[in-house]
């Protein structure tokens, strides 16, 4: 149902401009739009039983005529007496004097709002209003909805009251009846009219309860699908069982922890099966994943096919390549970094050695994967942080090879059953142990009062040979926000606090290339202090650096910086976070608390699911894929399980979605994954 959101009535272009803003084009958009949060005002009670600082429902009787103060200039104050059966009240708005004649004495009105006592007076303040019997604002519950600049939720309320009544019959079913049989789920229509006006609570939760598991079950399914296609069952290659991994493994310079054995093992069993390993191997930053990507390629070697590594950028890129080099060394196994600031002549004898296959191991950025790169016996393919890689550039990357096994690592700890969305064309390994002796990183979180003894802090660090990470959430001021734009606290940095250091800056608009220069010097010490927007939260390895500032902190999800305070307790000296948190706000204070207290990035992401909802958190976009509006991961667990369970019965009955009670099931994922490039292998 594709119309024009301009074309509806009471839309128009100039407000179809500001809905397009919220991500609605078309009147199904619109239906789809699903409030953010309700106001209750079903319930009514009387003047008696409401407690202050409540909101609430009341039928009341006008008794008197409008009062009017004006107690200072620009300031009027209008209120008008009113009682039920248990009490008397008067309703209070500020500067609205036009109300004084909307009321009559000894009418019946009922109104919402919030109570408040000014010595022995009761108000009801700014209460939303109607006459007895109508039951349009008050007695139910409203939807509130994100609004944009320009757009009222009144004005959201009544476009989509519209829509509705136009246009809910042609809203189609596309879940086969036996499922809504099986899990007692409400009709569509119904749910979509139950979810913006809901009667009732429980039809709200109905209606929240099909159309989370509509959405959940739709996006596993089109992520099953993309694994059969893509990696499930492909005739892979069976690796040598007697590779001597054991004593390459006695030889190296650390233990390795259980838990690094375990995920091990796993691989090891996936590399000896003949079916396509296309595992997820996710772990705690520096919980010892590189070492795991280094055992895999020597099994590979050792049966006589190459490996590949790519990362998304080429310092991470350089960094793997100088790291895995010496696990190398007396082995007899070469190892070529290609990236694409390597002069053409030496690109050009790495391509021709590679296909050779006088290279064994190649390490790089997606210059890995352009068609110019050709193998000789490509056996493993691995993607370093996955989440800046879709499942297009792995597909690409397998197929430079006859169904090489796949490996994708990743340093955002993700709960397992969230893995199984977000990763669902993967199997999942988890390290969750971290090498014995790293230091803990102290991680502190203050307001903006001790921004100066911060900066002295730092200082004396800098006099120690020490170097200094300070993150800020935007580039450059915004009118909107009033946050540390990065260019800004640059300046002043350089110009006045920390002028006899070395500052540096590093944003997401500058160069791959100026990026990876501003790291280069960083990593060599040319620059003690690096002011930078996210962009270092997957980076770089800078032992000497163990000072993390974050300004703004409260506008980070707690996973993000749990990973941003992993840049630094790489090396041997104390290292410190510290989180400017500008707002005062409960859960603000809270989501502090939980980084102070804990360092499992697993415990933490589960908290910052549960503080911040999935929107934000499960941050779908960056992954490449669909955005959730209905469901949320933390609340909706039980619906999501029930969801992947369904998911699997459906696929593994019926793979490609060709019977015909899944006809409208299949265009519905189509339509959900359709606008994501990376899934095109998806039709």
Same mark, same amino acid.
């Given at each position: 149902?594709a119309?024009n959101?301009q074309?509806?009535?009471g839309?128009?272009?100039k407000?179809a401009s ?5 991500n609605?084009?078309?009147v ?5 739009f699903?409030p953010?949060?309700?106001d209750d005002?079903s ?7 409401c407690?202050?600082g409540e909101k609430v429902?009341l039928e009341?009787?006008?008794i ?5 103060l004006?107690p200072?200039?620009?300031l ?8 039920d059966s248990?009490?008397n009240?008067y309703?209070v708005w500020?500067?609205q004097?036009?109300? +004084?004649?909307?009321f009559?004495?000894?009418e $019946?009105i %009922?109104?919402?709002g !919030?109570?408040?006592k000014?010595?022995?007076e @009761? #108000?009801i ?6 006459k007895s019997g109508t039951?349009?604002k ?7 909805y ?6 009222t ?7 989509i ?20 049989d ?5 009709d ?12 009732n609570s429980?039809?709200?939760?109905k209606a929240?309860?099909?159309?989370s598991?509509?959405e959940?079950l739709?996006?596993?399914?089109g992520?099953?699908?993309? +694994?059969?296609?893509?990696f499930?069952?492909? $005739?892979g %290659?069976?690796?040598? !069982? ?6 390459f @493994? #006695?030889?190296l310079?650390f233990e390795l922890?259980?838990?690094?054995i375990k ?7 996936d590399?000896?099966?003949d ?8 772990g705690?930053?520096g919980?010892?994943k590189?070492?795991i990507?280094?055992?895999?390629m020597?099994?590979a070697?050792?049966s006589?096919?190459?490996a ?20 190398f ?6 190892t070529e970094l ?6 053409p ?8 050695d590679?296909?050779?296959?006088r290279?064994d191991v190649l ?11 050709e193998f ?5 393919a691995?993607?370093?942080?996955q989440h800046?890689f ?8 397998s ?5 090489p096994?796949?490996?994708v690592?990743?340093a ?7 893995a ?14 971290l090498?014995?002796?790293?230091k803990?990183?102290?991680?502190y979180a203050v307001?903006?009062?001790m921004i ?8 004396k ?9 300070i993150?800020c959430p935007?580039?450059?001021e915004?009118?909107?926000?009033t946050?540390?734009?990065a260019?800004?606290l640059y300046?002043?940095?350089?110009d006045n606090i920390?002028k006899?250091?070395?500052?540096g ?9 100026e990026?990876d220069l ?6 060599n ?9 996210t962009?270092?939260?997957?980076g770089?390895n800078v032992?000497?650096?163990?000072i993390m ?6 506008r ?6 749990h990973q941003l305070?992993?840049r630094?307790g790489?090396g ?5 976070c ?12 809270e989501?502090m608390?939980?980084?102070q207290?804990?360092?499992d990035?697993?415990?933490?992401s589960?908290?910052?699911?549960e503080?911040?909802?999935p929107?934000?958190?499960?941050g779908t976009?960056q992954h490449?894929?669909p955005e959730l509006k209905?469901?949320n991961l933390?609340?909706?667990?039980d619906?999501?399980?029930v969801?992947?369970k369904?998911a699997?019965?459906i696929?593994?009955q019926?793979p ?8 409208e099931l299949?265009?519905?994922i189509?339509e959900m994954f359709s ?5 095109s292998?998806?039709?």
């Amino acid at each position: 149902m594709a119309v024009n959101i301009q074309y509806l009535k009471g839309v128009g272009p100039k407000r179809a401009s500001r809905l397009r803003k919220l991500n609605i084009n078309t009147v199904e958009d619109l239906m789809y739009f699903i409030p953010r949060d309700y106001d209750d005002r079903s319930k009514f009670k009387t003047l008696r039983e409401c407690m202050i600082g409540e909101k609430v429902s009341l039928e009341v009787e006008i008794i008197g005529k409008a009062n009017i103060l004006r107690p200072r200039r620009n300031l009027s104050i209008i209120k008008i007496p009113v009682k039920d059966s248990s009490h008397n009240a008067y309703l209070v708005w500020f500067n609205q004097e036009y109300l +004084k004649d909307k009321f009559i004495v000894g009418e $019946k009105i %009922i109104v919402n709002g !919030k109570i408040n006592k000014v010595g022995m007076e @009761i #108000q009801i303040m700014s209460p939303v209003f109607e006459k007895s019997g109508t039951m349009n604002k008050v007695g139910r519950i409203t939807p509130i909805y994100s609004l944009t600049e320009g757009l009222t939720n009144n004005e959201i309320m009544k476009i989509i009251d519209y829509s509705i009544k136009e246009y809910i019959n042609q809203i189609r079913e596309f879940l086969p009846q036996e499922i809504i049989d099986k899990y007692d789920l409400m009709d569509i229509k119904d749910a979509i009219i139950n979810v913006h006006f809901p009667m009732n609570s429980v039809l709200l939760e109905k209606a929240r309860k099909r159309l989370s598991f509509q959405e959940l079950l739709t996006l596993q399914m089109g992520l099953f699908i993309i +694994k059969n296609r893509n990696f499930t069952n492909n $005739k892979g %290659i069976r690796f040598n !069982k007697t590779v001597e991994i054991n004593d390459f @493994i #006695q030889k190296l310079p650390f233990e390795l922890t259980n838990s690094q054995i375990k995920v091990f093992k796993e691989i090891e069993a996936d590399m000896e099966n003949d079916i396509q390993m296309n595992r997820l191997v996710q772990g705690d930053v520096g919980s010892g994943k590189t070492i795991i990507a280094v055992l895999a390629m020597f099994k590979a070697i050792s049966s006589g096919y190459q490996a590949v590594m790519m990362a998304p950028t080429e310092i991470l890129a350089s960094q793997h390549f100088e790291s895995i080099k010496k696990f190398f060394l007396g082995y007899n196994i070469r190892t070529e970094l290609l990236v694409g600031s390597i002069p053409p002549k030496a690109k050009e004898e790495i391509l021709l050695d590679l296909k050779e296959g006088r290279i064994d191991v190649l390490i790089g950025t997606h210059a890995v994967i352009q068609e110019n790169v050709e193998f000789n016996r490509l056996g493993l393919a691995i993607t370093d942080e996955q989440h800046r890689f879709g499942v297009k550039q792995r597909a690409i990357l397998s197929h430079k090879g006859n169904n090489p096994d796949v490996i994708v690592m990743t340093a955002t700890p993700i709960p397992r059953t969230l893995a199984l969305i977000l990763y669902g064309d993967l199997d999942v390994s988890i390290i969750d142990e971290l090498p014995p002796g790293r230091k803990e990183i102290e991680t502190y979180a203050v307001g903006p009062e001790m921004i100066e003894r911060i900066n002295n802090f730092i200082r004396k660090q800098i006099l120690e040979s020490r170097q200094a990470y300070i993150v800020c959430p935007l580039i450059e001021e915004s009118e909107t926000l009033t946050v540390n734009a990065a260019e800004e606290l640059y300046k002043d940095f350089k110009d006045n606090i920390f002028k006899e250091f070395k500052v540096g800056l590093l944003h997401g608009k500058m160069k791959p290339k100026e990026k990876d220069l501003v790291m280069e010097e960083f990593k060599n010490h040319k620059i003690d202090i690096l002011v930078s927007t996210t962009v270092i939260e997957v980076g770089v390895n800078v032992p000497n650096s163990n000072i993390m500032v974050i300004y703004n902190a409260e506008r980070f999800g707690l996973a993000q910086l749990h990973q941003l305070r992993g840049r630094v307790g790489r090396g041997e000296h104390q290292s410190y976070c510290i989180l400017i948190n500008e707002s005062n706000n409960q859960i603000s204070r809270e989501r502090m608390r939980v980084l102070q207290n804990s360092t499992d990035g697993f415990k933490i992401s589960e908290k910052d699911l549960e503080l911040r909802g999935p929107g934000e958190f499960f941050g779908t976009r960056q992954h490449g894929l669909p955005e959730l509006k209905v469901a949320n991961l933390f609340t909706d667990m039980d619906i999501l399980k029930v969801a992947q369970k369904e998911a699997i019965n459906i696929v593994n009955q019926d793979p490609n979605l060709e019977l015909e009670k899944y006809r409208e099931l299949k265009k519905k994922i189509q339509e959900m994954f359709s606008n994501l490039g990376e899934y095109s292998t998806f039709n």
